[in-house]
């Protein structure tokens, strides 16, 4: 890849970075507020957030095109796993949890669960699809 085009690519990342942090406790607080009035429906909660991060995809310049549920298969040590991805961005996969249930630390069972479990399923597209793996932000 060209010199320019990696600079290109650096500036676009650096900006939406910039940009996630600017918005993150916003879409944060939004998304809190719709999960209380649709605690435990799964669809309502996921078609109000397409709204918020519709309007952030926007506001930044990242493609949208949400995918509803889609399967994904993965191996293991034990052979071959499969799973739900709820919601999918491009390639940001999203895995929605009821109200309540992760902690606010990440080395908490739950949580490791639910980490696992979206690594999982990026392995199936990474290793089926040829997605890039990414540094996280």
Known sequence: MPRSQVTDRLNIETDL????????NDIADRIR?????????????????DAFFGDFARRSGVNWNPH????????????????????????????????????DNNDAAFNAKVLKQIRS???????????????PC
Not at 17 to 24: C, E, F, G, V, Y
Not at 68 to 81: A, D, F, H, L, P
Not at 121 to 135: R, V
């Open 68 to 103: 509803g549920e889609r399967r994904v298969v993965w191996k293991t040590e034990e052979g071959k796993k499969a799973g739900r991805i709820d919601r999918l961005f491009n390639r940001l996969v999203v895995e929605y949890k009821g109200p309540g249930k992760l902690y």
């Open 33 to 49: 507020r719709v999960a209380e009035d649709c605690p435990g429906d799964e669809a309502q909660l996921a078609l109000s957030c």
């Open 17 to 24: 970075l910039t940009q996630i942090r600017k918005d993150a």
């Open 121 to 135: 399923y990026l392995d199936g597209p990474i290793k089926t699809e040829g997605w890039k793996k990414q540094a």
